[in-house]
C-alpha cells in the first residue's frame, strides 16, 4: 500500500472529493504522511490500533492512508452500533485511539472503552496539531504484504459481527487487480468506510489507477442520483437494499443524464436490477463476495437473472452437503422452473482451493476453525447449481425451514415474493409452528409508498406462481418496512424474534386454505397458548 500512494505523491489529478472540496492525490499523500507521523509518534509502544467511527469524509481517507505508510492497523467501527456493542467493537479489537467526530462522540461517551483514548477531528486543534509532513520518515523497515493493515467488521445480520483480518498486501491487491478502473474515472462512494465494499470496490481501484474517490458523508437515496450527475460519476457500488431506495424517489427527466458505464450492486433482488436498468440506463453486476472477500462469482453473458454467476477464475467452488462432504447433486427444474430436487440439490457453498485467500478474524479462532473445517473454506450460505455451471443463493445455513416435514430454503421463496406487484422488498424467517416442531412461513414485505396490501390479490397471485413449492405459501404475511444493517442488508434477527407480536399490519391463514385474514390481538393469544402448550408437551 505504501508503494502505491508512493505512485500517487506527484499526481495532480483530483484525488478525493467531497462537495466542494477537492484533494489532489499530491495533497492527499502528504496529509496521509502527516497522519502517518502522529501514529508513529502517538502509539509508538504496543499495537498500533486506531479505530475511526466518522461517515465518510476525507479525513478518513487520510487516516486510512496514513496508517498504510505507519504501518498501523485501522478498525473501522460502524456507527450504526450502540452500547455495549459499539464498546465492544472497540475493544475486542485492541483499539488505543478512536478518532471521531461530535456525533461519534457522543455515541461513545460513558463507554467502556478499556483505556482507548477518544479524540475529535472536527474541532480545529487535531488538523493544528499534527505534525507537518516531513515529520514523516520511514523509520524501521517498511510495511510488509502480509503486515495486518484493516479489521473490518462483518455485517453482522446473522450473527455477532466479527472483525475480518485484512493485510497489506490484501488490500493492494484489490487495488492491483482492478483493471476496469482508469485514472479518468470518478468513483462515488456512498456505501460506508467501516464496510469492504467500499473499500474493495472504490477505495482500492481508485488509488491503484489515481481515479477520483467521490464521496457521500452518509448515503441518501434523494441525493443519490444528483451526485452521480454533479460529480461526473463513471461508476458506483452499492450493497443490500440501496438499489431499492433509490428506485422509490421520484422519477426525474435527468434520470438518464450521468456518464455512470456500470455499476456494482451485490445482494440486490433481480427485479430492481432490471428496474434500476430500465430506468436509469445503469447495468448493475451483481454477483457474490462477502467480507472475508474467499469465495467470488461473477456474472457471465446469458446466465439465468436470478443466478449469482460462476466462481472467477482460479477458484474451485462447490456445493456441498455439510454432513457427508460430498457435492451434491446438480439441480434440476420442472417445465415451470420449479426445483424438483431441493433437498439434495441445496448444501452450503464451498471453496476447495481458497483458505488461503481468507486471512482469518480478530481474535476469534473458533470462527476461524469454523470456517476452515476440512481445508475448505465453507461460506455459511446454501447454493444449489445447476447442469450448466450456474451457481444460486438460496439463504443462509441458519435458513433451512421445515414446513409438514418438508426442507427447504429461504431465498427461493423470497424470490418469488418479490413478484407480487407493488413490493419492494421481501424477507422469509420461520416462526414456531404451534402444533408441531416444524416450522411456519412468515414473509415480511414492503410496499411502494401509496400502495395497499390486497389479502385477495395476494392468494390469488400465489395460486398462479408455477414455481411455489406446496409448503412454501406463507402462513402469516407482515407489512411494514424490512429492517437493515448499517450496510443495507436486511436484519432478519428481529422478525424471527417477533414472530407475530408486532404492530404493523399482519394477516395469517387459520387454515390450509389460501385465504387471509387479518391477525387479530385475540389471534396472537391464542397462538400464543398454543405454543405454550406444545412446548409443554
Same mark, same amino acid.
Given at each position: 500500500?505504501?508503494?502505491?500512494?508512493?505512485?500517487?505523491?506527484?499526481?495532480?489529478?483530483?484525488?478525493?472529493?467531497?462537495?466542494?472540496?477537492?484533494?489532489?492525490?499530491r495533497r492527499t499523500t502528504l496529509e496521509a504522511a502527516r497522519r502517518a507521523a502522529w501514529i508513529?509518534?502517538?502509539?509508538?509502544?504496543?499495537p498500533a490500533h486506531v479505530g475511526v467511527l466518522l461517515p465518510n469524509t476525507p479525513e478518513y481517507l487520510f487516516v486510512l492512508f496514513g496508517a498504510a505508510l505507519a504501518g498501523a492497523v485501522v478498525v473501522g467501527i460502524n456507527d450504526t452500533h450502540r452500547g455495549a456493542e459499539l464498546a465492544r467493537d472497540v475493544t475486542h479489537t485492541d483499539c488505543r485511539v478512536v478518532l471521531t467526530d461530535g456525533r461519534?462522540?457522543?455515541?461513545?461517551?460513558? =463507554?467502556?472503552? @478499556?483505556? &482507548?483514548?477518544?479524540?475529535? %477531528?472536527?474541532?480545529?486543534?487535531w488538523t493544528a496539531g499534527l505534525p507537518p509532513p516531513?515529520?514523516?520518515?520511514?523509520?524501521?523497515?517498511?510495511?510488509?504484504?502480509?503486515?495486518?493493515?484493516?479489521?473490518?467488521?462483518?455485517?453482522g445480520s446473522t450473527?455477532?459481527?466479527?472483525?475480518?483480518?485484512?493485510?497489506?498486501?490484501?488490500?493492494?491487491?484489490?487495488?492491483?487487480?482492478?483493471?476496469w478502473?482508469?485514472?479518468?474515472?470518478?468513483?462515488?462512494?456512498?456505501?460506508? =468506510?467501516?464496510? @469492504?465494499? &467500499?473499500?474493495?470496490?472504490? %477505495?482500492?481501484p481508485a488509488l491503484g489507477a489515481g481515479a477520483t474517490i467521490a464521496l457521500r458523508e452518509r448515503f441518501s437515496a434523494s441525493r443519490f442520483m444528483p451526485d452521480v450527475r454533479r460529480y461526473g460519476a463513471t461508476f458506483f457500488s452499492t450493497v443490500g437494499r440501496a438499489l431499492a431506495y433509490v428506485l422509490a424517489t421520484p422519477e426525474h427527466p435527468d434520470d438518464r443524464r450521468h456518464r455512470v458505464a456500470f455499476a456494482l450492486a451485490p445482494e440486490s433482488s433481480p427485479a430492481d436490477v432490471e428496474a434500476f436498468e430500465a430506468r436509469f440506463g445503469i447495468p448493475c453486476i451483481t454477483g457474490y463476495g462477502s467480507s472475508e472477500n474467499a469465495v467470488i462469482m461473477v456474472p457471465v453473458p446469458g446466465m439465468p437473472p436470478d443466478a449469482l454467476g460462476v466462481p472467477m477464475e482460479g477458484i474451485d467452488a462447490a456445493v456441498v452437503d455439510p454432513e457427508t462432504m460430498r457435492e451434491c447433486p446438480r439441480a434440476r427444474f420442472d417445465a415451470q422452473g420449479r426445483l424438483t430436487n431441493p433437498e439434495e440439490a441445496i448444501g452450503e457453498i464451498v471453496g476447495r482451493n481458497v483458505v488461503d485467500r481468507f486471512e482469518g478474524y480478530y481474535r476469534n479462532p473458533e470462527a476461524d476453525a469454523a470456517r476452515t473445517r476440512g481445508g475448505w473454506y465453507w461460506t455459511g450460505d446454501l447454493g444449489y447449481r445447476d447442469e450448466a455451471g450456474y451457481f444460486y443463493f438460496a439463504?443462509?445455513?441458519?435458513?433451512?425451514?421445515?414446513v409438514d416435514s418438508e426442507n427447504f430454503a429461504v431465498a427461493p421463496v423470497e424470490r418469488i415474493l418479490a413478484r407480487f406487484p407493488g413490493t419492494t422488498g421481501v424477507a422469509v424467517v420461520g416462526v414456531p409452528d404451534t402444533r408441531t416442531a416444524d416450522d411456519q412461513v412468515l414473509a415480511v414485505i414492503e410496499l411502494a409508498p401509496g400502495t395497499r396490501f390486497d389479502p385477495d390479490a395476494f392468494a390469488t397471485f400465489l395460486a398462479a406462481q408455477p414455481d411455489l413449492g406446496t409448503k412454501w405459501a406463507p402462513r402469516y404475511v407482515r407489512v411494514g418496512t424490512l429492517p437493515t444493517t448499517g450496510t443495507g442488508k436486511v436484519d432478519k434477527a428481529p422478525l424471527r424474534s417477533e414472530g407475530w407480536h408486532t404492530d404493523d399490519p399482519m394477516w395469517w391463514r387459520p387454515t390450509a386454505r389460501l385465504r387471509y385474514v387479518p391477525l387479530t390481538p385475540d389471534d396472537r393469544v391464542r397462538l400464543d397458548a398454543e405454543a405454550a402448550r406444545h412446548r409443554r408437551r
Open positions: 500500500m505504501a508503494e502505491l500512494l508512493a505512485r500517487r505523491a506527484e499526481d495532480d489529478g483530483v484525488g478525493v472529493w467531497l462537495d466542494d472540496d477537492r484533494y489532489t492525490w508513529r509518534r502517538t502509539l509508538r509502544h504496543g461519534g462522540a457522543a455515541l461513545l461517551d460513558g =463507554l467502556d472503552l @478499556g483505556g &482507548a483514548q477518544v479524540l475529535r %477531528v472536527d474541532e480545529p486543534g516531513e515529520a514523516w520518515t520511514a523509520e524501521g523497515p517498511a510495511p510488509r504484504p502480509d503486515d495486518l493493515y484493516l479489521l473490518i467488521f462483518t455485517s450473527g455477532a459481527p466479527k472483525a475480518v483480518r485484512m493485510s497489506q498486501g490484501r488490500a493492494a491487491a484489490m487495488a492491483r487487480r482492478a483493471s478502473c482508469r485514472s479518468e474515472d470518478v468513483l462515488y462512494c456512498a456505501m460506508p =468506510l467501516f464496510h @469492504g465494499n &467500499a473499500l474493495n470496490a472504490i %477505495v482500492f439463504g443462509r445455513t441458519g435458513e433451512w425451514l421445515r
